[in-house]
């Protein structure tokens, strides 16, 4: 079964525009964790970020946030005022508990238009 | 600080040809895994090592394929013999073993079997 899913298989904006992408999850276990990955064009994976599942807050960084709702399975990520070098496949992954491997989604591609 | 080191970049080879793909993790980091993308199947994990040691091979396709590592700064997975299904871009992630730590991405071999 997927773990992981992220429904939106592309997404294309103009620059400033904001884009917000959807990852739901599925899993049993009470402790886990979640992370966004990037990969731009240059083939790369870049880390994001990384929230337990204890830890509901949600977070902002720069142009960058996250939005976790345990209540919903959903870990979302949103750009806001989106930026050429934005455009990637953004990866939202799942580690369960004593289980280290990360499960991906399928990836969202992102493209930013001038 | 170095990232994790991946050779070749790139690989074209025939079908029933031995390949070996090497990596470097982060100096300090403690586990190792090797993952494969390609357009059908995503990201998956193919196998990762603890202190290393192989933990999961369960992602490994088939026989064709084997992973050591023969001390903590070297890791190989060798595919023989090679087929065109092979074709994919392999990742190798390292991180520090502990529940919930990001992984650290190398830039990942592109394999092309024709």
């Known amino acids: 079964a997927q773990k992981v899913t992220q429904a939106q298989t592309e997404i294309s904006v103009v620059e400033k525009e904001d884009v917000t992408l959807d990852c739901v999850y599925e899993?049993?276990?009470?402790?886990?964790?979640l992370f966004w990955y990037k990969q731009p064009p240059s083939g790369e994976l870049v880390f994001l970020i990384r929230?337990?599942?204890?830890?509901?807050q949600n977070e902002i960084s720069g142009r960058y946030s996250w939005n976790f709702q345990k209540s919903t399975s959903s870990f979302n990520f949103t750009i806001t005022a989106s930026q050429v070098v934005d455009s990637a496949v953004y990866f939202c992954a799942l580690s369960e508990t004593n289980d280290y491997k990360l499960s991906f989604g399928a990836g969202t591609t992102v493209t930013v238009r001038a | 600080d170095a990232g994790v080191i991946q050779s070749p970049r790139h690989e074209v080879t025939e079908m029933g040809q031995e390949v070996t793909l090497r990596c470097k993790p982060i100096?300090?980091?403690?586990?190792l895994f090797w993952y494969r993308q390609t357009m059908m199947r995503g990201l998956e994990l193919l196998i990762y090592f603890n202190n290393n040691v192989p933990i999961d091979d369960s992602g490994m396709p088939e026989d064709r394929f084997s992973a050591k590592m023969p001390n903590a700064s070297f890791s190989t997975l060798k595919i023989q013999p090679s087929e065109p299904r092979d074709s994919a871009v392999y990742f190798c992630a390292s991180t520090i073993h502990r529940e919930g730590n990001e992984q650290f991405f190398g830039p990942g071999t592109r394999l092309t079997v024709l």
């Open positions: 929230r337990n599942s204890f830890d509901e």
């Open positions: 899993t049993r276990d009470t402790t886990y964790y």
């Open positions: 100096s300090g980091h403690n586990s």
